[in-house]
């Protein structure tokens, strides 16, 4: 059964975009005709658009890399970038990511979400009949939490929708338990919260490209960086201050660099606004605050583990470990050897799961993860000789992997998150996107509307 959604989030290699640097002297100043917060896609897709139609633009990068939470690492024993933020797109047709695949003559392989296994403890298989039943059952419970939800005048969790669904439906405590680790999987994993954090009216708010997902087994930072080609980016700059009124912008760095424009497009994850973490003048408008705290920012940790050699199966493209109570944080695996050619796995835990592993040492979670899939597959197997982990929820220039819609958020949140401010202040990013949050192609997306209602304006 394919997945309610599968979405992106967003990465990019270390180093391979050195040649766009331009340094820029500590205190320094200037003016533009538009200042872009971010070089991840909607800032790249901003700036390249606008820079085609003539105008000056300079990125400011808190990081040194572009990309944002589009992250192909290289610094790994793979012989492959291994993509720690994105590592999907989702849905083909129509789809700009897909479209710069083929430009760029980048390969992509199709990701078979059918093609999976589910095991249970000490290594047996979940038959696909006994599969089908759990689908039906879930379907089922989701059904009717959904119709409720639509019944409530004020909005709840998910979780209070699911669990009283799960007992007027009078499911048994095996069903109940195969039940919670079906939506740990379905819908925490997708939205990288937990169904306590997740709007029962609007959690699956949207819509969905159709023509299947793929994998770059390249790595998606090959993607990215045409777009980053030839623009004005300097990194190392976090932005710690956005003066704005209608004559223009003022922006102040951590390095001292001050700069003046007509324009500036915001492209920070949402974890950064929530956070406070960039001081307005003047402040946002209530409304946009307020719009900024209803919707959710979770966290999805990525951990890649390289092998000597394949010891489970090699056809499978993913495959899920239902060890009870303490499975969750070992939950979802993907294997990369049908894609990549070489004998690495990639492990995916969300949400609290998530902040969990991020809080363990390597040495830890090489432990960690050798137990799960030596009890997800019966047998001893060995320790990886190389793995590497995201830990989006501690990156500073993160605080997180994606939005979401979180209890009392509503469609028109997104709205306002994404409105501009005097003409002069305008928001581009995944979790500004009505239709695609959480995408790569939603962030890029965002990033050409802002862009347009700056020419406009």
């Not at 969790?157 to 195969?178: H, I």
């Amino acid at each position: 059964m394919r997945r309610l959604k599968r979405r992106s989030f967003l990465k990019l290699g270390g180093g391979v975009m050195a040649s766009f640097f331009l340094p820029c002297a500590r205190g320094a100043t200037g003016s533009t005709d538009c200042i872009i917060i971010g070089a991840g896609i909607a800032g790249l897709a901003a700036g390249d658009y606008l820079r085609k139609k003539g105008w000056g633009v300079m990125i400011l990068e808190a990081r040194e890399r572009v990309g944002g939470r589009v992250w192909s690492r290289a610094d790994w024993k793979g012989k492959n970038s291994m993509d720690m933020g994105a590592s999907w797109i989702h849905g083909v047709s129509g789809n700009p990511m897909a479209e710069q695949a083929q430009r760029e003559g980048i390969r992509t392989v199709t990701f078979d979400y059918e093609n999976k296994a589910v095991y249970h403890a000490g290594g047996s298989q979940i038959t696909p009949e006994e599969e089908e039943r759990i689908e039906k059952r879930f379907r089922k419970t989701l059904k009717l939490a959904n119709a409720t939800a639509e019944e409530l005048s004020q909005d709840v969790s998910l979780r209070k929708t699911f669990t009283g669904a799960e007992k007027k439906l009078g499911w048994s405590p095996e069903e109940l338990a195969q039940l919670d680790f079906k939506a740990h999987t379905e819908i925490e994993h997708e939205f990288a919260a937990s169904l306590e954090e997740l709007s029962a009216k609007y959690w699956d708010e949207g819509e969905e490209l159709s023509g299947g997902d793929v994998i770059v087994p390249g790595g998606l930072g090959s993607i990215v960086e045409p777009w980053a080609r030839g623009q004005d980016i300097r990194f190392g700059q976090a932005v710690e201050r956005v003066s704005y009124d209608r004559d223009g912008v003022r922006v102040k760095t951590s390095q001292g660099l001050e700069m003046r424009a007509r324009k500036l497009i915001l492209t920070v994850p949402l974890g950064i606004l929530k956070k406070g973490k960039i001081v307005f003048d003047p402040p946002l408008p209530k409304e946009k605050k307020d719009a900024i705290g209803r919707i959710g920012f979770g966290n999805y940790q990525k951990t890649a583990f390289l092998y000597e050699e394949i010891f489970w199966d090699p056809e499978l493209h993913l495959f899920d470990w239902d060890g009870g109570a303490t499975g969750k944080e070992w939950a979802e695996w993907v294997n990369l050897y049908p894609f990549t050619g070489e004998p690495a796995l990639m492990a995916f835990h969300a949400p609290q799961a998530a902040y969990g592993i991020e809080s363990m040492t390597d040495g830890e979670i090489s432990d960690a993860a050798t137990d799960a899939l030596g009890s997800a597959l019966g047998k001893k197997v060995p320790r990886p000789k190389d793995m590497i982990v995201s830990k989006w929820g501690h990156d500073p220039y993160s605080l997180g992997a994606y939005s979401f819609m979180g209890v009392g958020a509503t469609p028109a949140d997104r709205t306002m998150l994404g409105k501009p401010l005097l003409g002069s202040l305008y928001f581009a990013g995944e979790a500004v996107s009505e239709n695609y949050s959480a995408t790569m192609h939603g962030a890029y997306e965002s990033g050409l509307s802002a862009a347009k209602a700056c020419l406009g304006s």
